[in-house]
Nanobody, 121 residues
Framework: QVQLVESGGGLVQPGGSLRLSCQASGHIFRINDVGWYRQVPGQQRELVVHNTRGGSTTFAESVKGRFTISRDIAKNTVFLHMNSLKPEDTAVYYC???????????????WGQGTQVTVSS
């Protein structure tokens, strides 16, 4: 079974930085598209960034210029680098990935459990 586990969330002051990690496990052959989403209680989950295996990346307007995404392919890990954090970035952040496992010809979509990011002084 594929599992995505996020880590790296926490409390940070406005203007600070955090790096979130999303590690995938479970007989993984390849990770295709990945995305980071966030959700505030009572609101819809929103896309923060989407990244294709080919390198195409789309950021939400609200995080452009402040957030970046990277991958460690060997470790099946995706990172969200968040800089110049603002109170409005406070949310639970979720990792999403299309994963191909050994023995399968198609990918399956998976979500992590989420990690809380709180930006406050």
């Amino acid at each position: 079974q594929v599992q995505l586990v996020e880590s790296g969330g926490g409390l940070v002051q406005p203007g600070g930085s955090l790096r979130l990690s999303c590690q995938a496990s479970g007989h993984i052959f390849r990770i295709n598209d990945v995305g980071w989403y966030r959700q505030v209680p009572g609101q819809q989950r929103e896309l923060v960034v989407h990244n294709t295996r080919g390198g195409s990346t789309t950021f939400a307007e609200s995080v452009k210029g402040r957030f970046t995404i990277s991958r460690d392919i060997a470790k099946n890990t995706v990172f969200l680098h968040m800089n110049s954090l603002k109170p409005e970035d406070t949310a639970v952040y979720y990792c999403n990935a299309d994963v191909i496992v050994y023995g399968k010809l198609w990918s399956s979509n998976h979500w992590g459990q989420g990690t809380q990011v709180t930006v406050s002084s």
